[in-house]
């Protein structure tokens, strides 16, 4: 099993920043992607970014530019960190984990004001 716990979220205002966090434990030298994923309110989940275990990127095309997903292997943490954000980056965020299986965290809550 794999175990993630995310954190960071929060209000802030449109063109503010926030870094979310995901730390993940349990048999987490068989992980190999981890990935980042929103969903608004009435809509559905989708990806955000992407990060394999060399350490390849990839994002949607809303957050290029603006998203930067990064991972502490030390840590075993994977972070998000957001700038310029606009009021339909609002969502709840999880962190997922690819191992054997694909695990997934509980999401934290990200609101971007007007």
């Known amino acids: 099993q794999v175990q993630l716990v995310e954190s960071g979220g929060g209000l802030v205002q449109a063109g503010g920043s926030l870094r979310l966090s995901c730390a993940a434990s349990?048999?987490?030298?068989?992980?190999?992607?981890m990935a980042w994923y929103r969903q608004a309110p009435g809509k559905q989940r989708e990806s955000v970014a992407s990060?394999?275990?060399?350490?390849?990127?990839n994002y949607a095309d809303s957050v290029k530019g603006r998203f930067t997903i990064s991972r502490d292997n030390a840590k075993n943490t994977v972070y998000l960190q957001m700038t310029s954000l606009k009021p339909e980056d609002t969502a709840d965020y999880y962190c997922?984990?690819?191992?054997?299986?694909?695990?997934w965290g509980q999401g934290t809550q990200v609101t971007v004001s007007s």
């Open positions: 997922k984990a690819t191992a054997y299986l694909d695990f």
């Open positions: 349990g048999i987490i030298f068989s992980i190999n992607t």
């Open positions: 990060i394999t275990g060399r350490g390849t990127t």
